[in-house]
């Protein structure tokens, strides 16, 4: 009899089973965040307020161009073959790409079409636009300029320039096109820039009208200082325009910077970031020093083109420890026909020099600037901040000319959030929609940088639970947003946690695991070095502070006050509310209730459950209290002993609460049940004290053969979650039960194949 009901059961199962067929399981719409590969380039329009990012082809996927706007503004251009972006240019409603195969991409913004490719036959070195013209200038490495007409999307035929240099001085080498840039109030001149030196075409009188050449005396140090006695001839890697047209910078792989007249061609003074006149022989020997290449060099101004300044990325002695961005102020420029060459001069040393400081270890690879509203002046006119790539491939946001960091919170797409500085973890928690829609951050900070394109419209779906992301970066800021359902997002705000200021230390902050409650949307954070910190919603009562927060003693395995480390500009959103610094190892698990109740587990082995109604810790046990106690009992029946014959380091690494009723108990109870790496699922049961506090009792403990993964309480009469909720639990004093089930997943280890799967174990109540 037990052999044909085992038969038709598994028929029954067979046969449900057979329905089952992946198309069924597909989504409808897939939500994306992030950047798919490392960013090689990007530009910034500020008429539209938009910002485009190109990524290069890796192991990690194929090369796109990213355009981002307000809030969740955002489009993808995919590129018909597998490439990586060069450069991008925003003109008009358009993209003008360059990729690393010399091919010429024309983009519209409004479909995110390719209208338009020309594959260059050459190298090319530098692709030059501006947003008057019509045309694009594209120089090849071998020192030809061509023109390709935006307009009619093909190259133009009777336009093509010489390399001038070559026709200058015939007997040169290897003279290749570096860089072009367009007079900033004459579009009939152009400034061409090939490694040994510059020249200016003019249009009208289509000639080259001057030649640019920097060379170093006998006897001066230049920018490195090596080679004192012979003259030498320094490879040029950047030439730009004074905003008002009157001077020309020249930038040298020796690191000297050269400051020219273009009607004379005449230096006016060479110098490096720190020493001016290297141009002139020096009284005594120069030590020689090795120079940080220059990678980027903008000449900026205020709303008054001739109060400009210098922003430089490099160009810093190996041997110095700096890794900031440079910003030489010049100051208003003074007037150029009734100054004398020693004005000049005098005004090119500077008025102050401003480090923007970048992350330790970094160094900027290329940077944009956002101007207030201008395109002109080759994008530099009245920028309020910068955007940085570093070598490591992340992005940094600066204001501009202070440095000062600018969060990405608020500013930027999210998904830009994944490179702003890289993720280290991630996790994902499901939100009551009306307790998400009450979560708007109210921060001080300044006006947006991305104001530019229209949400396209989505359906109002209404979820009972929004599921909301947290990530964790490298530099300790955890941002929470929600990640959308394919819907209309109604509250598309990000918030943000400062862990480093909580903890009021800037090193060694590692997160390891985070918890946010879905009914209260208070928040859990545990760190690598053994610390759980707890926020929760509400409004700063130190905002505006301008005084450091009173100084904390240590308190280990204790609880700490943490209220006063909030951050003062912020209003109202997650603060800091207490510490437990329980000094055991990396925390491990964290899990908040929805009834105020956090359990934290760290590497040593040790659990805490702690009351956040004092707050005050409840119960604390190491893992070697449960060796022991596999028995049966409680919700579970033991699984097989170990037979190892030496003891096994366990510690928790999933956890869980929930309402439910235990063994041959006649009532519900709330629970906390807690998985290990080896396999065991302990289960607490929390029972209310007569003083109001609560207490908690072991109720079992069950073995299954691997570790824990997942733990889901649910109810077996409706299959719901059987959440500790404040309804719920409010419900157990009027003697109302839930009749529920553990869902545990644990790992399953194949000999033969190093994967892991799911399996699921269900331990039943009594009643079942």
């Known amino acids: 009899m037990a052999g044909y009901l085992r038969g038709k059961q598994a028929g029954i199962q067979n046969d449900l089973s057979a329905s089952i067929r992946p198309e069924l399981f597909m989504p409808d719409y897939q939500a994306r965040y992030g950047i798919n590969s490392q960013i090689s380039c990007f530009a910034y329009d500020p008429v539209q307020s938009l910002l485009a990012i190109g990524t290069s082809e890796s192991k990690f996927g194929a090369g796109k161009i990213y355009i981002f706007g307000q809030r969740r503004v955002q489009k993808v251009l995919q590129p018909p073959r597998p490439t990586s972006f060069h450069s991008l240019h925003f003109s008009a409603n358009h993209i003008v790409s360059l990729d690393t195969k010399n091919e010429l991409g024309f983009w519209d913004l409004d479909t ?221 420029t003074p007037v150029y026909a009734t100054s004398s060459w020693q004005a000049l001069a005098t005004y090119f040393h500077g008025k102050r020099e401003i480090p923007l400081t970048l992350p330790p270890g970094a160094q900027a690879v290329n940077f944009v600037l956002i101007p207030r509203s201008s395109p002109h002046f080759n994008g530099a006119q009245d920028p309020i901040a910068l955007i940085c790539l570093l070598s490591a491939g992340e992005i940094i946001t600066l204001s501009f000319p202070s440095g000062y960091p600018i969060s990405p919170t608020n500013q930027l797409h999210p998904s830009t959030f994944f490179v702003h500085p890289f993720i280290t973890k991630v996790n994902v928690s499901s939100l009551e929609r009306p307790r998400w829609l009450s979560m708007v951050e109210k921060r001080d900070q300044g006006e947006p940088l991305l104001k530019g394109g229209a949400e396209g419209p989505r359906p109002r779906k209404r979820f009972e639970e929004r599921t909301i992301i947290q990530a964790a970066h490298a530099d300790s800021i955890i941002r929470i947003w929600d990640s959308g359902h394919a819907d209309e997002i109604e509250n598309a705000q990000p918030i943000q946690v400062d862990i480093a200021r909580a903890l009021d230390r800037y090193d060694d902050v590692d997160i390891s695991c985070m918890s946010m409650a879905s009914n209260t949307g208070e928040f859990a954070v545990g760190t690598r070095t053994g610390e759980a910190i707890v926020y929760r919603w509400g409004r700063n009562r130190f905002h505006g502070r301008t005084e450091a927060p009173p100084r904390l003693d240590p308190n280990p395995k204790g609880l700490t006050d943490i209220s006063s480390r909030a951050e003062p500009n912020l209003k109202e959103g997650l603060q800091p509310f207490v510490l437990y610094e329980m000094v055991m190892g990396p925390i491990t698990a964290i899990k908040l209730s929805n009834v105020g109740f956090v359990a934290v587990g760290s590497e040593l082995g040790f659990l805490t459950i702690i009351d956040l109604r004092g707050p005050q810790i409840i119960y604390q046990a190491p893992m070697t209290d449960f060796a022991k106690q596999e028995k049966r009992g409680s919700l579970f029946k033991s699984g097989h002993r170990r037979s190892d014959s030496a003891p096994q380091k366990e510690w928790p690494v999933e956890m869980e609460f929930g309402v439910m009723t235990l063994d041959e108990d006649k009532y519900s109870s709330i629970c906390c049940f807690v998985g290990t790496n080896l396999g065991k699922v302990i289960t607490f049961k929390l029972l209310p004290a007569p003083n109001g506090t609560y207490s908690v009792q072991l109720a079992g403990v069950a073995s299954l053969d691997s570790k824990v993964i997942s733990l889901n309480a649910i109810d077996i009469n409706t299959g719901k979650p059987a959440a500790a909720t404040g309804q719920i639990v409010a419900g157990l004093r009027e003697g109302r039960q839930v009749h529920g089930a553990l869902v545990a997943g644990k790992s399953l280890h194949h000999k033969s194949r190093a994967e892991i799967a799911t399996m699921l174990t269900f331990f039943s109540s009594p009643i079942i």
């Open 112 to 332: 995110g079409a390719r209208v338009g490719a020309q594959v260059v036959a050459g190298n090319v070195a530098s692709v030059l636009v501006d947003p008057m013209l019509d045309w694009a200038f594209i120089g090849l490495h071998n020192g030809d300029v061509m023109a390709y007409d935006l307009d009619r999307r093909s190259l133009s035929r009777s336009f093509r320039l010489p390399n001038f240099w070559r026709e200058k001085d015939p007997g040169a080498r290897t003279v290749a096109l570096t860089c072009m840039a367009m007079h900033p109030r004459d579009v009939g001149k152009l400034l061409i820039g090939y490694t040994h030196g510059a020249v200016i075409y003019s249009f009208k009188q289509n000639k080259a009208v001057q030649f640019l050449e920097y060379v170093v005396p006998r006897g001066a140090p230049g920018g490195n200082g090596a080679g004192m006695e012979t003259i030498r001839k320094p490879r040029l890697t950047h030439a730009l325009w004074h905003p008002s047209g009157t001077f020309i910078l020249t930038a040298h792989d020796d690191g000297s910077l050269v400051f020219w007249d273009p009607k004379d061609a005449r230096i006016v003074l060479a110098r490096t970031l720190k020493t001016v006149g290297i141009e002139l022989p020096a009284s005594s020997p120069v030590q020689p020093v090795v120079v940080e290449p220059y990678t980027k060099i903008a000449w900026c101004c205020k709303d008054n083109c001739d109060d400009s300044g210098l922003l430089i990325a490099g160009g810093h002695p190996s041997t110095s420890n700096e890794n900031s961005l440079t910003f030489i102020d010049l100051g208003v």
